[in-house]
């Protein structure tokens, strides 16, 4: 398993989860990767959650901005995602991804599930 993402559950709404993700691949690889969150809901395409570049820069859907906070711990190789006031609307599938477009690398994570209830 390239990536091992963690930390989904049953929330209520305006509830918090914090999922994490954390890689196999070397401290060298993870470094110099985007690190991103996706989500998927059946029947819908995958969407991009936030991601992170390897100088610290985060990007955020607008359906996220200021609720949600993509972080990278370089040392541990974890890439977290710190998910606040959650809405129906935010459950999904949670995916992680470590992609350098240079180097030819894409690894996906198995998922994993945030359901928010009202």
């Known amino acids: 398993v390239q990536l091992q993402a963690s930390g989904g559950g049953l929330v209520q709404t305006g509830g918090s989860l914090t999922l994490s993700c954390a890689t196999s691949?070397?401290?060298?690889?993870?470094?110099?990767?985007?690190v991103s969150w996706y989500r998927q809901v059946p029947g819908k395409q995958r969407e991009l959650v936030a991601d992170?570049?390897?100088?610290?820069?985060?990007n955020y859907a607008d359906f996220v901005k200021g609720r949600f906070t993509i972080s990278r711990d370089s040392i541990k190789n974890v890439v977290y995602l710190q998910m606040r006031n959650l809405e129906a609307e935010d459950t999904a599938v949670y995916y992680c991804?470590?992609?350098?477009?240079?180097?030819?690398?894409?690894?996906w994570g198995q998922g994993t599930l945030v359901t928010v209830s009202s």
């Open positions: 992170i570049t390897n100088y610290n820069r985060a």
């Open positions: 991804n470590l992609r350098n477009d240079g180097a030819g690398w894409d690894y």
């Open positions: 691949r070397n401290h060298f690889e993870f470094s110099i990767s985007l």
